[in-house]
């Protein structure tokens, strides 16, 4: 089945700086790379998606960047601000239609 | 509110118990997926459904079976409980199965005393 890492598990970085995760995945059958913001004790909520057909999206300060070759895909948060701080899902749907996510990444924006 | 609403929010019960789930999904989706998120912990897919049928397992516990009703409904029923099948549990809904968005009900938190 699929298999999703994703890097680093936790990153704490300076209000203003800019912060990175990376996921891969192994079935080169998915084609939806949605990322997901989670706050202590929320749900998931949808923050950006990508689809195969696409490399790079970017809504205000945050993109994603997909390589289908290397089957891996990021999430770029730049001007990160303390409100950012929560942690971050990965996903990949592949053939079935199962979401798998990653195990997750704790960003802490320090003020 | 992502309009995927799940009851009850809170629940606790005793170990051997047997409990359900129920999750209503947002007006329109077909799909409907079951997670569980123990403390700490990423989100494990149990199970999916669509239009009714089962779609996709993941690494649910033969203690563990969901159903999806014809109003789109979806029920998880956990059977013979464990301390450890203490957490979150989320349902999440999408139109269809393909490159739609999923969104994510509030959870509801079971605690197994």
């Known amino acids: 089945g699929e298999n999703v890492e994703q890097h680093p598990s936790t990153l704490s970085v300076q209000e203003g700086d800019s912060a990175v995760i990376k996921c891969t995945y192994s079935?080169?059958?998915?084609?939806?790379f949605p990322w997901y913001k989670q706050e202590l004790g929320k749900r998931p909520q949808l923050i950006i998606d990508?689809?195969?057909?696409?490399g790079e999206k970017k809504d205000q300060r945050i993109a994603v960047t997909l390589n289908k070759t290397a089957k891996h895909f990021s999430l770029h948060i730049t001007e990160t601000q303390p409100e950012d701080s929560a942690v971050y899902f990965c996903?990949?749907?592949?053939?079935?239609?199962?979401?798998?996510f990653g195990g997750g990444t704790r960003v802490l924006v320090k003020p | 509110d992502s309009g995927v609403t799940q009851t009850p929010k809170h629940l606790i019960t005793a170990t051997g118990q047997r409990v359900t789930l129920r999750c209503s999904p947002r007006?329109?989706?077909?799909?409907v997926y079951w997670y569980q998120q123990s403390l700490d912990q990423g989100l494990q897919f149990l199970i999916q459904?669509?239009?009714?049928?089962?779609?996709a397992k993941g690494n649910i516990l033969e203690r563990f079976s969901a159903q999806q009703f014809p109003d789109l409904h979806s029920e998880l029923n956990l059977s013979s409980l464990e301390l450890g099948d203490s957490a979150l549990y989320f349902c999440?809904?999408?139109?269809?199965?393909?490159?739609?968005?999923?969104?994510f009900g509030q959870g509801t938190r079971l605690t197994v005393v």
């Open positions: 990508i689809r195969s057909n696409v």
């Open positions: 459904y669509y239009n009714g049928e089962e779609r």
């Open positions: 007006s329109g989706d077909l799909s």
């Open positions: 996903a990949v749907r592949a053939a079935g239609n199962k979401l798998t």
């Open positions: 079935d080169s059958a998915s084609n939806y």
């Open positions: 999440a809904s999408s139109v269809e199965g393909g490159t739609t968005e999923a969104f």
